[in-house]
């Protein structure tokens, strides 16, 4: 027969509690809420998972471009042009309005003085060929800019919203697509009287979005199908944050790499329109009015030809092989 002991029995209740509050049951339920605390965390890394891929995305396109020898050369390059348009007095004090022109020097060739000779009028040509640049890359830059908006506008619109939209402004883009584009800026630029920077820069915006239009739309909707973007939705993001933060910073690089060499293509288009005589006339510099007063002296002076050319060509090239540059860095396929 056994003896109750009260003191053991209380020891026993007391060692049994702490049994208790040690057992697995009680580090399950403690760890239960891990889960809850991970599932808020993967909410918010999920709302914020476009900035974050953003940031990779570019980050790891930076970190190729560095390493690329044409980009840095081509963005050398163009840093050198820009620094020309924006203060071409800094390699030249030379006037190119004519004030310094003297049509006894007409034509002569390149000197120690004159390093680019003179041109018809006897104007320091080399001043002349600088100041160009500030015409061609105003242009170049004005034009595809108001492109872009146009396009990520539209694009997104058509994109994202579809049905009504995506057809009505689809088949805009396709009237546009099916006119000639050197034609239509003949055609256009010939019935305005005055043609200047402004209204050279508008005929090419008003010919030259839709190709931007289509990149910015097929972006658009192979975005919004994305899991990130169903997730954003899900937790109640507006279609307006969803385009914003989520499609548009992802969406985008496509757009930027043809908006580069879009540039270029510009500049190229815009000297061909006044070589044509149908571009920018006179007082303006262009390259493209040099080259067209040069053609009938390429044999007797050929550095009329020769010094517009080539920086129309090298500015050219700049553009299309930094877009391509752009284009290897931000698809990974590529890569």
């Known amino acids: 027969m056994s003896e109750h002991d009260p003191r053991r029995g209380r020891d026993t209740i007391v060692e049994d509690e702490e049994e208790e509050e040690a057992r697995p049951g009680e580090g399950s339920r403690a760890t239960s809420f891990v889960p809850a605390e991970g599932a808020t965390a993967a909410a918010a890394a999920v709302e914020g998972g476009a900035s974050t891929y953003q940031a990779s995305l570019w980050g790891d396109a930076w970190r190729q471009l560095r390493k690329n020898p044409l980009f840095l050369i081509s963005g050398a390059l ?4 820009i620094v020309i348009a924006i203060a071409p007095g800094l390699f030249t004090n030379i006037d190119p309005a004519g004030a310094n022109c003297d049509l006894g020097n007409s034509v002569d060739r390149p000197s120690r003085g004159h390093l680019f000779g003179y041109d018809i009028q006897g104007c320091d040509y080399y001043t002349r060929v600088l100041y160009g640049t500030r015409v061609s890359l105003t242009i170049g830059l004005l034009v595809v800019g108001f492109d872009v908006v146009i396009a990520i506008v539209l694009g ?3 994109g994202f919203f579809g049905r009504f939209w995506d057809g009505t402004l689809s088949r805009i883009a396709d009237i546009w697509f099916a006119l000639p584009t050197t034609l239509a800026a003949i055609v256009f630029l010939s019935v305005v009287g005055e043609r200047g920077l402004l209204q050279v820069s508008a005929v090419l915006i008003f010919l030259g ?3 931007l239009m289509r990149l910015m739309r097929s972006s658009v909707l192979s975005g919004k199908e994305a899991d990130y973007v169903q997730a954003a939705r899900a937790l109640g993001a ?4 969803i385009l914003r933060v989520h499609i548009l910073p992802n969406g985008i690089a496509p757009v930027i790499v043809y908006a580069t060499i ?3 293509i510009i500049i190229a288009a815009e000297a061909a329109l006044s070589f044509l005589g149908v571009g920018l006339q006179l007082p303006n510099i262009s390259w493209g009015l040099m080259i067209n007063a040069a053609q009938n002296r390429i044999l007797s002076s050929p550095h009329l030809l020769l010094f517009p050319a080539l920086f129309l060509s090298v500015l050219v090239l700049t553009f299309i092989i930094i877009g391509d540059a752009l284009r290897d860095a931000l698809d990974p396929r590529l890569r």
């Open 78 to 81: 163009l840093v050198g042009f």
């Open 156 to 158: 997104s619109i058509a």
């Open 209 to 211: 979005w839709p190709t």
């Open 238 to 241: 507006s279609n307006w944050r």
């Open 262 to 264: 879009a540039v270029g």
